[in-house]
């Protein structure tokens, strides 16, 4: 004992700048245990009670923090959400399901020029006898209906011209684009 700094009660709440209701709550949460003195008065070893005070400071400053970075990434989150509602009014996104129907047009466009490019071009290359001749042709509707692909992909939101490039386009104006 004789290397112990003991204070009472009152002389605690001092020390440590607190009230009786958070020093009591502070013992129980620590479980610190008073020697008893004489005329059943309450003393505690400073050292032990400095020790203890400080650990709480550090947990609730630990607490503050986690409570700040959550008030932090709450904010974020809400100014991200605002940021996307402005961008939404401003028409700079587009709702996925309209993208993946449009998506799905394109690819049904693409096919379709592509399967029709055998039949529009049987005719064109089957009287030539120059391999380069038909590779040229063939090159060159090949080239057409990318363009035309791209040109779809680059005009958003224009069904009519979607579905008028879906049907298939007539051989005699392939033929006429090959022989120009």
């Not at 990318?146 to 069904?159: G, I, K």
Request: aromatic share 4%.
């Amino acid at each position: 004992m004789s290397n112990q700094m003991l204070l009472n009660t009152r002389e605690c709440l001092s020390v440590l700048s607190t009230n009786a209701n958070r020093f009591k709550a502070f013992k129980e949460k620590y479980a610190i245990n008073a020697v008893k003195a004489e005329k059943n008065q309450e003393l505690y070893d400073i050292k032990e009670l400095v020790k203890y005070w400080v650990q709480d400071a550090k947990e609730k400053t630990n607490q503050d923090l986690d409570r700040n970075s959550e008030d932090a990434r709450l904010k974020k989150a809400q100014a991200d959400i605002k940021e996307l509602e402005l961008a939404k009014m401003k028409g700079l996104l587009l709702e996925r399901e309209d993208v993946e129907k449009d998506v799905a047009e394109l690819i049904v466009v693409c096919k379709n020029k592509l399967l029709n490019l055998p039949s529009s071009l049987t005719d064109l290359v089957s009287g030539v006898e120059d391999r380069q001749k038909v590779n040229s042709i063939i090159k060159k509707h090949v080239y057409e209906v990318l363009e035309e692909l791209s040109r779809l992909a680059d005009v958003p939101n224009q069904e009519a011209k979607r579905e008028e490039t879906i049907d298939e386009t007539p051989i005699e104006a392939i033929s006429t684009a090959a022989t120009d």
